[in-house]
């Protein structure tokens, strides 16, 4: 077999996934993406492995570990999209806040502000802060 058919089956998963990532706003289908893109690696690896000469099949082993990545991925992935979906009840990268409300410096105190409420707040545990 030609090792032309197999790359461009690879670049074209691998093209699709780049546009299910820039497209997509649901994150269950971010994921589908990235494994895809994660699976068009993977043709890569085998396709060179099997056409380049050489001795260690250094192409079959890396695609284990992609394979291994790539299950971590899923596995921490969903945890993470469920516990979003669990607090935020829905699952859209858009609707999701990146900052927590209370970070924001409104009231202009800044960082002596911050040093302030330390202050307060050791005085009534009796524990200093070291840092």
Do not use: C, W
Request: charged share 15%; aromatic share 6%; glycine share 8%.
């Amino acid at each position: 077999m030609h090792p032309f058919i197999p790359y461009a089956v690879a670049s074209a998963l691998f093209g699709l996934g780049v546009l299910g990532v820039l497209r997509r706003r649901n994150a269950i289908l971010l994921l589908m993406s990235v494994e895809l893109m994660l699976n068009a690696v993977n043709l890569i690896f085998v396709t060179a492995d099997a056409t380049l000469p050489k001795a260690a099949p250094t192409g079959q082993i890396f695609t284990l570990f992609v394979i291994v990545l790539a299950a971590a991925e899923i596995g921490v992935g969903l945890a993470v999209v469920l516990q979003l979906f669990r607090l935020k009840a829905t699952i859209n990268v858009d609707e999701i806040p990146l900052a927590v409300a209370g970070d924001d410096d409104a009231d202009g105190a800044g960082a002596a502000g911050a040093t302030a409420d330390t202050a307060v707040s050791a005085e009534k545990t009796g524990v200093t802060d070291v840092a």
